[in-house]
């Protein structure tokens, strides 16, 4: 790889970094091609990206972004996003589904470095769909609960008449 290359990798990586909220390290030894695919297509439909990048480059992106500096060894797989939990929930579904040959790192959250607890904790919360469909629901509740009632009364008020 020519220095040309190397400095076109850290650029890219840190403009990525900069624009996400999550950044998962993730140890993707013993996983074929095709297994790491199937990574690949659930994080773009995750809006989640995935890249294998030497340690090196990553660590001096990781730099440039402001993040702190960031140790890493062996062999290791980078997902971010621009949102704090798809990159963890994508991260933590395929390291169920391949518990030997994939497993979660590190990660950095919002800034911090974080350890592979709180990832997990984070892959655990609901997304921001999901939470704005519970808000939804819990908005129209009452608006049900009084539909309900509204229908109750004029079936006992036929029923009187009746």
């Not at 990660?107 to 919360?125: M, Q, R, Y």
């Not at 704005?132 to 229908?151: S, V």
Request: charged share 25%; proline share 1%.
């Amino acid at each position: 790889m020519t220095k040309q290359q190397k400095s076109e990798i850290v650029n890219l990586l840190t403009v990525e970094f900069k624009d996400s909220l999550a950044i998962v390290v993730c140890d993707y030894k013993g996983l074929t091609h095709k297994e790491l695919e199937f990574l690949r297509i659930d994080a773009k439909a995750n809006n989640t990206k995935v890249q294998v990048a030497k340690n090196t480059l990553v660590t001096v992106a990781a730099r440039n972004a402001e993040l702190g500096d960031v140790e890493l060894s062996g062999t290791n797989i980078f997902l971010w996003s621009e949102d704090q939990i798809s990159a963890c929930k994508v991260a933590d579904k395929f390291a169920s589904a391949n518990k030997e040959k994939f497993t979660i790192k590190s990660g950095i959250i919002e800034g911090k470095i974080s350890d592979a607890a709180t990832v997990n904790a984070f892959a655990k919360l609901p997304s921001r769909e999901e939470l704005l469909g519970m808000l939804a629901a819990t908005w129209m509740a009452p608006i049900t609960n009084f539909a309900i009632g509204l229908d109750a009364l004029r079936k006992k008020k036929e029923e009187e008449a009746a």
